[in-house]
């Protein structure tokens, strides 16, 4: 198993920026898991934003935060990051760290919420206009 504990998220003004941290443990954090994280507004379905490959190589982001958000991860430290810049209310949302046992690089299981086997419990996000 493998456990996840996001930290880092707040209320910022539009325009600011936050930095979303993921803590694993359990399992191999490097062992081949790659990470993702994603966001889930009120009343809306949980949605991609952005994945890394286990060695970092490969990373994959929504159309809606390309240019503004950056994965990242530490495999020493265990931990993979969200660089987030000139937010916007519309980011507003819990976000969820998630993990899977290796992906084939391209595909289309890095994009979908239900390819991931392990969660934490979400960090809010709150944008004021």
């Known amino acids: 198993q493998v456990q996840l504990v996001e930290s880092g998220g707040g209320l910022v003004q539009a325009g600011g920026s936050l930095r979303l941290s993921c803590a694993a443990s359990?399992?191999?954090?490097?062992?081949?898991?790659?990470m993702g994280w994603f966001r889930q507004a009120p009343g809306k379905e949980r949605e991609f934003v952005a994945a890394?490959?286990?060695?970092?190589?490969?990373?994959y982001y929504a159309n809606s935060v390309k240019g503004r958000f950056t994965i990242s991860r530490d495999n020493a430290k265990n931990t993979v990051y969200l660089q987030m810049i000139t937010l916007k209310p519309e980011d507003t949302a819990v976000y969820y760290c998630?993990?899977?046992?290796?992906?084939?690089?391209?595909?289309?299981?890095?994009?979908?919420?239900?390819?991931?086997?392990?969660w934490g419990q979400g960090t809010q996000v709150t944008v004021s206009s």
């Open positions: 998630a993990a899977d046992f290796f992906k084939p690089p391209g595909g289309s299981s890095w994009f979908r919420a239900d390819e991931y086997d392990h």
């Open positions: 359990g399992r191999t954090f490097s062992s081949r898991y790659a």
């Open positions: 890394i490959s286990w060695s970092g190589s490969d990373t």
